[in-house]
């Protein structure tokens, strides 16, 4: 109550003095450190508080308002690369969110994961076992046809059995290409089942699992 009344007194006075009087009594003072550290005042900003922090204070003493020091360069890119570091870190914590919402959704328990892993491998270990086979069976018809070739001693071998002969050796590539794929699929499938398993008991563990 009492600083409304000292405010009310205040505008009394200021109306009752000559417009002059009344503009520099609204008069702001600005005022900054030089650089040794020596106050700079002025009734306009003074060049030496360029590119310094200063104060706007009234003629009263109160300070108004505090203006920082413009940013240096280094400043600037180390502010930026702050923002930067933030920015990355909300968009992988939101990509996490997203991703353990999803595993959440996915498995219903931690014997599902290991269930699902086991039909994985045994699907690949059936692909596995098929494409031997047909290895097996290559190798053999690659040992037949040697022998047909080795009646041809010395001589040029009929174009059949030269065409017969990079036919199975091409399948023969093909399928050892397909069995080293999938044994790297297999070690891609646990990989990825024992890092679902971990976050899956990780978020279990922080109660976010299904209730």
Known sequence: MASVRRAELLCMVLLALPPVVAAQSER???????ANGRPVCGDVLPTVCYGRAYREISPQGTVRRHIAAPLTSREIAQRDAEMQRRKDEEARLLKQR???????????SLEDIDNRQDRAIADIRGEIETARARETELLGERRRLAEEAA?????DLPRNIVVAQQSVDGEL???KSIIDAKIRETEAVHARFAADRRRYAELIAAGEGHR
């Open 28 to 34: 702001t003072i600005y005022c900054c450190e030089d």
């Open 98 to 108: 997203r991703l353990d919402q999803a595993l959440l959704e996915t498995y219903t």
């Open 151 to 155: 009646a041809y001693r010395g001589k």
């Open 173 to 175: 590539a093909a399928q």
